[in-house]
């Protein structure tokens, strides 16, 4: 299983980007996928994560809101829509790939594919 990030850039804080995570070698119909960031000096956390079963959604608190993260299947890409960014938002965005399961449930850990990351970074 492969995963690609894109959509990563500069922003200013109030502003929005859109990443992707384009998955080869499996569906999603068969994997949750994981959004994760790491900020500068932090470690890496979970962001947010679709299910491979009915899109159950799961948001890190302080992102609930601002950030909306979706699929498309026929495309085989999943996004994450950041609204609202603050320099705290700042770092290098992973999405990784939990699977093959099926189920209508996803989690903030157990992902054993990761894509090579996207930077975010916000200015004040």
């Known amino acids: 299983l492969q995963l690609v990030e894109s959509g990563g850039g500069l922003v200013h804080t109030g502003g929005s980007l859109r990443l992707s995570c384009t998955v080869s070698?499996?569906?999603?119909?068969?994997?949750?996928i994981g959004w994760f960031r790491r900020a500068p000096g932090k470690e890496r956390e979970g962001v947010s994560c679709i299910s491979s079963r009915d899109d159950i959604t799961k948001y890190k608190d302080s992102v609930k809101g601002r950030f909306t993260i979706s699929k498309d299947n026929a495309k085989n890409t999943v996004y994450l829509q950041l609204d609202s960014l603050t320099p705290e938002d700042t770092g290098v965005y992973y999405c990784?790939?939990?699977?093959?399961?099926?189920?209508?449930?996803?989690?903030?850990w157990g992902y054993g594919s990761w894509g090579q990351g996207t930077q975010v970074t916000v200015s004040s």
């Open positions: 990784a790939a939990d699977g093959p399961t099926i189920q209508a449930a996803c989690f903030m």
């Open positions: 070698g499996g569906t999603l119909d068969k994997y949750a």
